[in-house]
């Protein structure tokens, strides 16, 4: 018969205030906005010294559960899908700069995401969002020849879709990793002249979202997102 290690391992004390102070949270207790007790209020509370509160409370602030403020008392942090990919931006951009193989990984992600959040705006968009596309594309033809707002607006175009999804969740994930991707965007897409071939595959994706065809909608997406998928590459070995 295995033998399993059964010994009973002595937890921190900030790791108890932590779940308590978790646990709270999570119950509704203390709410969005809601003030966190003070630490001496916390520390009479559970017994415990102001290293162990300290240690907890900063746990919760790294974790995105409360708002620490210089001079204030912790708030109760507002949960969004937005903060949640917050808070594994700094571990995603670490992981697509050091991995050599991850940013192939990043691009095929993005291209299987895109293409359901393009078929929901085929199939969900109205016309006030119809406008806002076509207002998008509008800025970024007047934005030839200079880079950066081009991509600004290349970025703005792609979240707008995801936006006509309706869906948080899919908005806050497609902003996280366009977010990533456009981080290694190549010089390419200037020098080439291939803004123009970004902006006719634009117009070609908003016809079909237009038009309510969600088939044609994907296909356009996925030549868009394959032809475009060359002007992201790693920097020069040692310019990361």
């Given at each position: ?121 085929a199939e969900r968009a109205g016309e006030t ?112």
């Open positions: 018969m295995t033998q399993h290690d059964e010994r009973i391992v002595r937890r921190k004390l900030s790791d108890e205030v932590f779940d308590r102070l978790r646990d709270l949270i999570a119950s509704g207790e203390l709410g969005p906005g809601d003030l966190m007790p003070s630490e001496r209020d916390l520390m009479e509370r559970f017994g415990v010294g102001r290293p162990a509160i300290r240690e907890a409370m900063q746990t919760l602030h790294n974790m995105g559960l409360i708002v620490v403020s210089h001079g204030e008392r912790a708030r109760v942090s507002e949960l969004t899908a937005r903060t949640m990919f917050k808070q594994i931006d700094v571990v995603a951009r670490m992981l697509i700069s050091t991995t050599p193989e991850a940013l192939d990984h990043l691009k095929e992600t993005r291209r299987f995401y895109e293409r359901g959040l393009v078929r929901l705006a969002d119809i406008r806002e596309l076509e207002e998008i594309l509008a800025r970024q033809e007047g934005h030839f020849g200079d880079p950066r707002m081009f991509i600004a607006d290349d970025l703005a175009f792609h979240r707008k879709i995801a936006a006509i999804s309706g869906n948080p969740m899919l908005e806050a994930l497609s902003e996280s990793l366009l977010n990533w991707l456009f981080e290694y965007h190549t010089e390419m897409l200037i020098w080439t002249g291939k803004e123009k071939v970004t902006l006719r595959e634009h117009h070609a994706i908003l016809d079909c979202i237009r038009q309510k065809e969600p088939d044609a909608a994907e296909t356009a997406m996925i030549v868009h997102i394959d032809r475009s998928g060359t002007l992201y590459s790693y920097p020069p070995q040692g310019k990361r």
